[in-house]
Structures are given as C-alpha cells and as structure tokens.
C-alpha cells in the first residue's frame, strides 16, 4: 500500500495527528507522506488519517 498528499492540502495536519509514523509537516506547511511503501502495521493508522483529512488529500492505493 502507498500513500501520496496531493496538492489540495491545506495544512490542517490532522492526518500527521493520527499517525505521525508515516505524515509529517514539511516546511512549506504541507503534509507528505515519507514512508513508503507503507508498513502493514501502519496501514490501518493510515488509512484512518485519510478518512479524515477535510479536504481528501490523501490518496491511498
Ligand atoms: Fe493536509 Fe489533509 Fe493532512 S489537509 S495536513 S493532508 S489531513
């Protein structure tokens, strides 16, 4: 499984909240994903902060 952050994000970091392991803020404000692919422990975790970005930025496949 991988996840990507797509441009739509507006930095509301609610999914490096959920799970910091794989989401983080990077300088510009904008959350990227830096763990992929993503560890099958973490999947849930992930796809949790994808359901909850406000605007689904998140785009797992
Ligand atoms: Fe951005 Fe959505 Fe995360 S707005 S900071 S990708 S929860």
Redesign the pocket.
């Known amino acids: 499984m991988y996840a990507s952050?797509?441009s739509?994000?507006?930095?509301?970091?609610?999914?490096?909240s959920?799970c910091p392991q794989v989401?983080r803020?990077n300088g510009f404000?904008?959350?990227e994903a830096y763990i992929n692919p993503i560890p099958q422990e973490l999947e849930k975790l992930t796809k949790d902060?994808?359901n909850?970005?406000?605007?689904?930025?998140?785009t797992i496949e």
Do not use: K
Request: glycine fraction near 8%; aromatic fraction near 4%.
């Open positions: 952050v797509s739509d994000c507006i930095g509301c970091a609610a999914c490096e959920i989401f803020m404000g904008i959350a902060a994808a909850n970005c406000p605007v689904e930025a998140i």
